[in-house]
């Protein structure tokens, strides 16, 4: 099916066309493409609170929100002044610097969960370190991870489930070796059993569990909290590590993440996206006693030039503490929840089959009625009435990221009447996806 535009996104298309001469499809991070939606990807130029600019001028409320960084909106003041105060002085020194020690200090300070950290400079990074840190912690190889959850792309993460139970997983991606995958165990999520058979077969060698205690990557896949707890009980009682990989649910599920939320405490915890503010941040951390293991403490060998940039630690520090305001996740979520319950109530009225899931300021359409906590459960046809929703809120100015497995997310910037504008266009949206 043809989708016509009715807003210009001529200069975006020449700008498209230009990249793809320089980069591998045209972008630096695949699903910036749309390549599973319609037109080519917009090319913006500024962002103001919940709005942004393309470079053909329109206005967009976004939803985006650089898939998860931007909690307070584009270009916030506060983060803008620290992060041009900080610049004054330069951009690297390869040194430790105080701004390092109050981010450092102000997450430490605020989350119970957390005795110490490392900043990395993306949530790859943190993953990959912290699962390395894991196993020389333990002393041990194999890791589980679970089918639907997204944790970089590191080589030993970019697995799916083989054939048959608990068995080893077979790479998502080209260039990674039989080898790598053999040490991955890929689960479903949801499902106790799979934990129990992984555990029975390999549980001397698993070094620990990596789960997204909110799957946020693959759809919203919510979790029921007893299987998260069913995760820290079994790690506990074999000797494994649980690691949250907290990148998009950390400081969004309010300062202590899903584990506070919860109220699970984890080994380790992985960070990114909010803690930089905009600026490319991650961090690994949890108790002590695991941390000192990381070099120069310990044996297991981490590094990075660009680790703990002034600039971006700036930018982080002025980030969480606009989060540490009384209040400031109440009324995110209660924004979020304003807004999906309407849309909900639209859907429901016109007996469309559709649900959005939320949890704090993360939503996400579901083209199904039914509660899906597992990656098998989402039906792709869901996703050619997704790709004509998402071309038809563009036409309106209102901008998804550009794929149906992808959530929303609500800034602190996103007012009343931006979400109100929101609602409108998003039920008329619907009513154009669910008429073809
Ligand atoms: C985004 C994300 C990552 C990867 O972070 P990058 O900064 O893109 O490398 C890892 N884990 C989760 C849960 C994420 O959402």
Redesign the pocket.
Known sequence: MKLENRISREKSAALFAEAKKYFPGGVNSPVRAFKSVSGPPLFIRRGEGCYMWDEDGNRLLDFCCS??PLILGHNHPEVRAAIVEAVQNGTSFGTPTRMGNLLGGLMIEHNRFLEMVRFVS????A?MSAIRLARGYTGRNKIVKFEG?????ADALLVKAGSGLATFGTSTSAGVPEAFTRETIVLPLDDEEAVDAAFARYGDDIACVII?PVP??NGLLLQRPDFLQYLRDKTRAHGALLLF?E??SGFRLGFEGAAGHYGIEPDLL?Y??IIGGGMPV?AYGGKADIMHHVAPDGPVYQAGTLSANPVAMAAGYATLQQLLQPGFYEALEARTARLTSAVQQYADDKGYPLTLPHIASIFWFNFSRDIIRRADQIDPAGMERFKVLHHELLQRLVYLGPSGYEVGFVSAAHDEQALAYAVEQMCAALDVAFRQ
């Open positions: 898939w998860g993306s949530g790859t990074e993953v959850c997204y944790h970089g792309h997204e946020a990557n990989d990148v998009i992985t990114g996206k991650g």
